[in-house]
């Protein structure tokens, strides 16, 4: 679980990218197409999902972490650098999400050609009682499981389409509209969902701090995390968990909650000692298939937001 890099396969990444540029495939007007055949991919499954609503049939974004992979775990093989350098646009969720591609994409292909969906928005710091409070220095990347948040992803996104690929402006603009409608829709139905929480069992512990943009917008209190960071690839000390165990227990704790693509192994661990269930469902950092519970964002937001109501009730 503990967060390696690879310098070996980043390095025959970034040799790979530079043969790439060097032949021609990243040409210096890659940020326009011609005609409406905008190439572009987007580093998650949600990402895609909402920028394909941005798009409409304008034309197709392809992602490139595949579904049910954990963004935080996930390294970008060298074709996954192929497929950037032939888009004209890379749309990433930011705030240290893709780390590694990130930084290969911009020194390859410039900035220009990246989109950071999340630009704008605040990092949230840790309350008290959350644990780094008064510490933390990590951006929390978490801002999509907020859909007000995701507004600000729509019209980065938007913009960036319109830049590109001006003759579609109206429809991109039109799209992203009507898209902000539904997660409007969508923050109203969330509301309604928690308050039938009774308010003494608001409290969140997840495998990871991945809630913290959630609990703010809906009135919920983050009590810890089985792995005490925002990424799901940090290592947990025996006192860190021991620590969760007497939180979980003085706090009455109802469920300890894990993605699908998160190890619950030390969920399991904590939840046996402190005699609380573990709820494994989760899919918040990837969409499920087509013909699973949350083929799209809004689904996955809906799928997750009963997940964790009826944990908690
Ligand atoms: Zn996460």
Known sequence: MSRVRAPHLLAGVMTALLLIVVA???????????QGTL?????????????????????????LIPIGVDPHEWQPAPSD?????NSDLLIVNGGG???TLLQ???????HERVVVASRGLAPRVPKPGEPGYGQSTEIDP????????????????RDAFIAADPAHAAACRANAAAYIVKLKALDAWIKAQIATIPPANRVLVMNHLSHGYFADRYGLRVAGAVIPSVSSGE??????????VKTIDTQHVKAIFVELDENPGLADQIAAEAH??????????????????????????????????????
């Open 81 to 85: 650098l192929v497929t950037v350098v």
């Open 97 to 99: 999400l893709e780390g």
């Open 235 to 244: 290592t947990v000390s025996a006192k860190q968990m021991a620590d969760l």
């Open 142 to 157: 978490h801002w999509w499981l907020d859909p007000i948040d995701v507004v600000t992803y729509v019209t980065n996104i």
């Open 276 to 313: 609380v269930k573990v709820i494994t469902k989760l899919l918040d950092h990837s969409l499920s298939t087509a013909s699973g519970p949350a083929p799209t964002y809004l689904a996955m937001m809906r799928y997750d937001t009963q997940v964790i109501v009826s944990g908690l009730r």
């Open 24 to 34: 021609g495939c990243g040409s210096s007007s890659s940020a326009s197409a011609p």
């Open 104 to 110: 290969v994409a911009q020194n390859a292909g410039g």
């Open 39 to 63: 190439k572009v991919v987007a580093t998650t499954s949600f990402l895609r999902d909402i920028a394909q609503n941005v798009a409409g049939k304008q034309f197709r974004v392809g992602e």
